[in-house]
């Protein structure tokens, strides 16, 4: 069975590895960084408990910290609300699709309740992964 020092190192190289091979937003990456401080500090502290308490301790406050680094990206938010033209109509409660920006998206309208007609300017307000939540201009501006 290898050393205490040998197992922390070889689990933090594979969770170093995993981060490239299945990205997980640095998660494995701090995990494994952790291990490979711990394999240092089992040199001195051979009891277990304490070593996996550090790697825990160690985890959680370098993925904060990670978190703090890296930007977060808000691709789902519309920075300014944008005019959009429908192409088709948009039920109540049902998906249509807009012309954006010189692109065909599926959208729906934020208000469940209301139906669009095709070719009514609409306002973007939100993106939904491929669907775009669209308002119609005039409740905006009235």
Same mark, same amino acid.
């Given at each position: *069975? ?7 190192? /070889?689990?933090? +190289?594979?969770?170093?590895? *995993?981060?490239?091979?299945?990205? @997980? ?5 701090? *995990?494994? /960084?952790?291990?490979?401080? +711990? =394999?240092?500090? =089992? ?6 408990? $304490? ?5 825990? +301790? ?6 904060? #910290? *990670?978190?703090? #680094?890296?930007? $977060? ?10 005019? =959009?033209?429908?192409? @088709?109509? /948009?039920?109540?409660?049902? @998906?249509?699709?807009? $012309? ?13 309740? #209301?139906? $669009? =007609? ?25």
């Amino acid at each position: *069975m290898p050393s205490p020092v040998v197992s922390w190192m /070889i689990a933090g +190289v594979a969770l170093c590895v *995993m981060e490239l091979l299945l990205p @997980t937003a640095f998660v494995e990456l701090t *995990m494994g /960084i952790s291990a490979l401080l +711990v =394999a240092l500090v =089992a040199l001195v502290v051979p009891q277990a408990s $304490i070593q996996v308490a550090l790697w825990l +301790v160690l985890s959680v406050i370098l993925t904060l #910290l *990670m978190r703090r #680094l890296v930007p $977060i990206r808000k691709s789902r938010l519309i920075e300014d609300s944008k005019e =959009a033209k429908t192409l @088709t109509n /948009i039920l109540p409660g049902q @998906t249509g699709r807009v $012309i954006y920006e010189g692109n065909s998206w599926q959208a729906r309208c934020d208000d469940p309740t #209301l139906a $669009i =007609a095709p070719n009514e300017k609409v306002i973007v307000v939100e993106r939904q992964g491929t669907t775009l939540v669209v308002l119609p201009e005039h409740l905006i501006h009235e």
